[in-house]
């Protein structure tokens, strides 16, 4: 059990029967009444985020929530699969289940799926993968002088800005959780 005082950024919580994370909280002394502690929380299952207040001392379960380790095998076209590490069970995927993280995914690369009650629910990326350059425009002397970048297609099917200097077939590492691009990769 969880009570209010021990509220934390990121803390789960089983609240109206699904999993929610806290992700701001704050404690209000009223003049003679009670605390109230007023929360940002989200739905882990649909990803909805809402505001909440609840009284000093209220308790809530502990939600039964599993993060495993897997590998993504392929896209059927309908169906992403990815195959457990330590026990070799496959766990197909929607493409609403994945939502923006489908754009990063490529075969054989390790993610976290969080699981509530052997439901997954969440796919966690790693924060920064490294993707080759499949198509951009090359670039041209001079280029370089203002510090722009030009759109580039990577491996995966996102498109992402990179300096002028990169080509086609060069690897670059991006931030998973902004589409940015890092750095090149040598």
């Given at each position: 059990m969880?009570?209010?005082?021990d ?5 789960k919580i089983?609240y109206?029967g ?19 502690v ?5 739905n ?7 505001d909440d ?6 308790k809530?379960?502990t939600?039964n ?6 590998q ?16 070799y ?17 490529i ?17 966690e990326l790693?924060?920064?993968?490294e ?5 951009t425009?090359?670039g041209?002397?001079g ?5 722009g970048?030009?759109p580039?297609?990577l491996e ?12 086609e ?8 959780r902004?589409?940015?691009y ?5």
């Open positions: 969880i009570s209010t005082s509220f934390r950024k990121g803390a089983e109206k699904a999993p929610h994370e806290i992700i701001d909280f704050q404690h209000h002394k009223m003049g003679r009444g009670g605390a109230i007023r929360t940002k929380l989200k882990l299952k649909t990803g909805s985020i809402f207040s609840f009284k000093g001392g209220e809530f379960k939600p929530l599993e993060e495993r380790s897997m993504y095998l392929y896209n059927d076209g309908e169906l992403y699969h990815f195959m457990d590490k330590e026990n069970e496959q766990t197909p995927l929607t493409e609403a289940q994945l939502g923006d993280t489908r754009k990063f995914l075969e054989n690369m390790t993610v976290k799926i969080l699981f509530y009650i052997a439901e997954p629910i969440a796919v790693p924060i920064f993968v993707l080759k350059i499949e198509k425009d090359p041209f002397k280029d370089t002088a203002s510090g970048s030009k580039a297609v995966s099917g996102v498109t992402v800005k990179v300096p002028f200097h990169l080509s077939g060069d690897i670059v590492k991006v931030d998973t902004t589409s940015e890092i750095e090149r990769v040598k």
